[in-house]
């Protein structure tokens, strides 16, 4: 059924029941069907041309949520926190700074809050435009900085990063470095990486999280020899990497999945979390929230696949791992994928 024939046959037009399902087709990817619906309302309030524009945004198009949002500026409705958001997201995927730096001054002068939310979305609009100095004036006004706005200070140029995180004055944090690692494996930055864990092996601050994250650098750059070099300093150092394990709570009954390392090399399929995951989709009600507990930092495949999982099923999952806590939600995880 199109999404006109849709809109003939609902015995309810109501804003709110036509957001809803401009919500849905927007969500997953059905921006023609959404905006047939959209297109057919007699009002439109703030949160329905909010949908459209972070649809766009989310799925890719960031030129037509910048069409989208000049619509809503001409309709006379005035964006709020969540419209600024989306917009910034697409000044970044396009890099187009002088848009944002518009939108940033337009943020300004209309009250909107610069909360973490708003300030993390302008720094990270600011990074991928190019702007680390306007990135670093937004950052330092963020009241209350939470490791989402860290990651996006730290993934817009590292090099800066690392010399702001080595001569901070509060106390070495573990989870810092491991952003720092975790953000030279996503930008493909071998040479940091190995200056990063070369300055925590000499700070007697190294863990094995250290010499993984540094392995998984060079995997992702197809270095095998480094691969291999960083497993025999492991073994040279007496450093052994502790097996996976998770736990899924189910009808107050708390069950353990424990893999040696030996399986989860034969087969990723079969890491501890998916398998505490598939029990829990078969052993609870469907829109159950899932609550894992994962003794060591979640991997990229298993991360990926909670994702998904987490918009096929409909389900929140809720995976604390040995870093922080992730909470999948129709598709997205809160870390923003930088962990």
Request: glycine residues 6%; aromatic residues 8%; proline residues 2%.
């Amino acid at each position: 059924m199109s999404a006109q024939q849709l809109f003939d046959t609902m015995p309810d037009k109501s804003l709110v029941s036509l957001t809803a399902m401009i919500t849905c087709y927007a969500k997953y990817g059905e921006l023609g069907k959404a905006r047939v619906l959209f297109e057919e309302m007699e009002e439109r309030d703030v949160i329905c041309w909010n949908v459209m524009i972070d649809g766009c945004a989310q799925n890719g198009m960031p030129n037509e949520a910048f069409i989208w949002f000049r619509k809503m500026l001409r309709a006379r409705v005035k964006p709020n926190e969540v419209t600024v958001l989306s917009v910034l997201s697409a000044c970044g995927q396009l890099g187009a700074l002088e848009s944002g730096r518009w939108l940033h001054s337009y943020i300004e002068n209309n009250r909107i809050e610069i909360n973490v939310h708003v300030g993390t979305a302008l720094v990270d609009m600011h990074s991928k435009c190019g702007s680390l100095g306007e990135a670093q004036l937004v950052f330092d006004r963020i009241k209350d900085k939470d490791v989402v706005a860290w990651n996006s200070m730290i993934t817009g140029h590292l090099e800066e990063a690392y010399v702001l995180v080595k001569n901070m004055n509060t106390e070495l944090d573990p989870v810092l470095w491991g952003i720092l690692l975790a953000a030279c494996r996503i930008h493909d930055n071998i040479a940091l990486g190995e200056e990063i864990a070369e300055f925590l092996i000499g700070k007697n601050l190294a863990n094995s999280g250290t010499y993984i994250l540094l392995s998984n650098i060079y995997a992702a750059a197809v270095n095998w020899d480094g691969v291999a070099r960083v497993r025999t300093l492991m073994k040279d150092s007496g450093v052994q990497k502790e097996p996976g394990c998770s736990s899924i709570e189910v009808n107050n009954k708390k069950l353990c999945y424990d893999l040696r390392e030996r399986q989860k090399e034969q087969s990723l399929e079969v890491h501890s979390e998916k398998l505490a995951m598939a029990f829990g989709i078969i052993s609870t009600q469907p829109g159950t929230t899932l609550k894992i507990v994962r003794n060591l930092r979640v991997c990229l495949d298993c991360h990926a696949v909670t994702k998904l999982i987490s918009m096929i099923t409909g389900r929140k999952i809720v995976m604390r791992d040995h870093n922080r806590f992730h909470h999948f939600v129709n598709g997205s995880c809160s870390c923003g994928d930088y962990w």
